[in-house]
């Protein structure tokens, strides 16, 4: 009876494991859903980014050869292909002295920029962390927005003349008031409920301003103030139109009178390389500026 029981058990167990065998082989592999390339809210990996960014780059360049080598021949001057553009760039810094120019414009930039960023930034925190002087100067500020940078111009010039102050000015009106606005966003979309923590545990008032509310929003201002320093790019060329001898947007008015289209896409080009360069800096000095930051996309992520 225990030889027979035995034989039994071990049949039994044969046939589990043939069974497991045979279901193990017929059983469908997994194999994860494929992406689609219009997935909603998917982020790329990094390899997938770089080749896309190739990819676009490359579709770009192609549609401007094309565009250029099917517009009649009489006609191709005034859309140059690639190679001509950058043939005329560096015809402009090998004998045009192109790089004063650039460094000019650079120095315009980044001290209008600069200077109004010291106005908006401290307005924005205030406004965004006190209503009565939100009340107060919003209204003006809100509307502003709304005024054309470039219809200052005329008033430039009557007020300080054809000169550099009259370009810088131009410049910091052209990015003052939305940066304002922003950085008031920005202070309004901190949580209250890091306020009201805060003030319970007897913080005072300006403590919270400078300890909490400014920490929690400096990631957005500084994508805020990446922004707008895009916008003050825009406004270089109106800028330099008008009575400048130097800088990019007088250098590809002089091109104008000549007809060099060439030069003129290579002033193009110029400035917005220069707008990638300063994003890519501002990217780099949030990551060092603030760590925080960083450490909460990680935490999210």
């Known amino acids: 009876m225990a030889d027979d029981s035995a034989n039994v058990k071990n049949d039994t167990n044969r046939a589990l494991i043939v069974a497991t065998k045979?279901?193990?082989?017929?059983?469908?592999?997994?194999?994860?859903a494929r992406r689609k390339f219009l997935e909603l809210r998917h982020a790329p990996p990094r390899h997938n980014v770089i080749?896309?960014?190739?990819?676009?780059?490359?579709?770009?360049?192609?549609?401007?050869?094309?565009?250029?080598?099917?517009t009649p021949e009489a006609g191709r001057r005034f859309l140059p292909s690639v190679e001509d553009v950058f043939g005329a760039l560096m015809?402009?810094?090998?004998?045009?002295?192109?790089?004063?120019?650039?460094?000019?414009?650079?120095?315009?930039?980044?001290?209008?920029?600069?200077?109004?960023?010291?106005?908006?930034?401290?307005?924005?925190?205030?406004?965004?962390?006190?209503?009565?002087?939100?009340?107060?100067?919003?209204?003006v500020l809100s509307g502003s927005r709304y005024l054309p940078a470039s219809s200052f111009m005329p008033l430039l010039l009557v007020?300080?003349?054809?000169?550099?102050?009259a370009k810088l000015a131009l410049l910091f009106i052209g990015v003052i008031f939305f940066l304002t606005a922003l950085i008031l966003d920005n202070v309004e979309a901190v949580p209250n409920e890091f306020v009201e923590a805060s003030l319970t545990m007897?913080?005072?008032?300006?403590?919270?301003?400078?300890?909490?509310?400014?920490p929690a929003s400096a990631p957005a201002i500084i994508d805020s103030m990446r922004n707008m320093i895009a916008v003050g790019w825009t406004y270089l060329v109106i800028a330099?139109?008008?009575g400048a001898v130097d800088g990019i947007g007088a250098m590809?008015?002089?091109?104008?009178r000549t007809l060099s289209v060439d030069m003129i896409?290579?002033?193009?080009?110029?400035?917005?390389?220069?707008?990638?360069?300063?994003?890519?800096?501002?990217r780099i000095a949030a990551r060092f500026l603030l760590p925080w930051a960083r450490a909460g996309q990680k935490l999210g992520g």
């Open 22 to 32: 045979g279901d193990a082989s017929e059983a469908p592999l997994f194999r994860p």
């Open 51 to 70: 080749m896309l960014g190739i990819l676009g780059a490359a579709i770009f360049i192609g549609v401007w050869e094309a565009g250029h080598y099917l």
């Open 91 to 139: 015809v402009l810094f090998r004998e045009r002295n192109f790089l004063d120019d650039v460094i000019t414009s650079c120095i315009r930039i980044f001290t209008s920029f600069f200077a109004a960023a010291a106005i908006a930034f401290p307005l924005g925190v205030l406004m965004g962390c006190f209503g009565n002087v939100k009340a107060l100067l919003n209204p």
């Open 159 to 165: 007020w300080f003349g054809p000169t550099d102050m």
């Open 202 to 214: 007897g913080a005072s008032r300006w403590g919270v301003v400078t300890s909490i509310v400014v």
């Open 240 to 242: 330099e139109i008008v």
């Open 252 to 256: 590809m008015m002089r091109a104008g």
């Open 265 to 282: 896409m290579a002033g193009i080009l110029t400035i917005g390389m220069l707008g990638v360069l300063t994003d890519i800096v501002f």
